[in-house]
């Protein structure tokens, strides 16, 4: 059973840093593009970096420059290192991953994790 176990995250003073950690589990021949979507209260989910096979990076516009995503060699595990936080980035951070097949000849799928929440405090 395919899943994707997050860790990291917690409370950080604002101006900090933080770090969330997602890895894929299970058999997985392939993931296209994993990433990190955030969903603070009452708001909706955002997408907030995304990073795909052999190519682009997108960042939410108010993150560049101050959030970094890192996909390790294996594909399977991607961290969010997060500088300078602000108060509104608060929220729960959950991992993305699209176009992940179990086998070659496996249609895509799209998995997201239960979330890790991150508190920027002042």
């Known amino acids: 059973q395919v899943r994707l176990e997050e860790s990291g995250g917690g409370l950080a003073p604002v101006g900090g840093t933080q770090t969330v950690f997602c890895e894929a589990v299970?058999?997985?021949?392939?993931?296209?593009?994993m990433g990190w979507y955030r969903q603070a209260p009452g708001k909706r989910r955002e997408m907030v970096a995304t990073l795909s096979n052999g190519g682009p990076i997108h960042y939410l516009e108010d993150v560049k420059g101050r959030f970094h995503i890192v996909r390790t060699d294996s594909g399977k595990e991607v961290y969010l290192r997060m500088y300078n936080l602000k108060p509104e980035d608060t929220g729960t951070y959950y991992c993305y991953a699209d176009g992940l097949q179990e086998l070659n000849s496996s249609p895509p799928h799209t998995y997201w994790g239960r979330g890790t929440q991150v508190t920027v405090s002042s």
């Open positions: 299970g058999v997985i021949h392939n993931i296209h593009t």
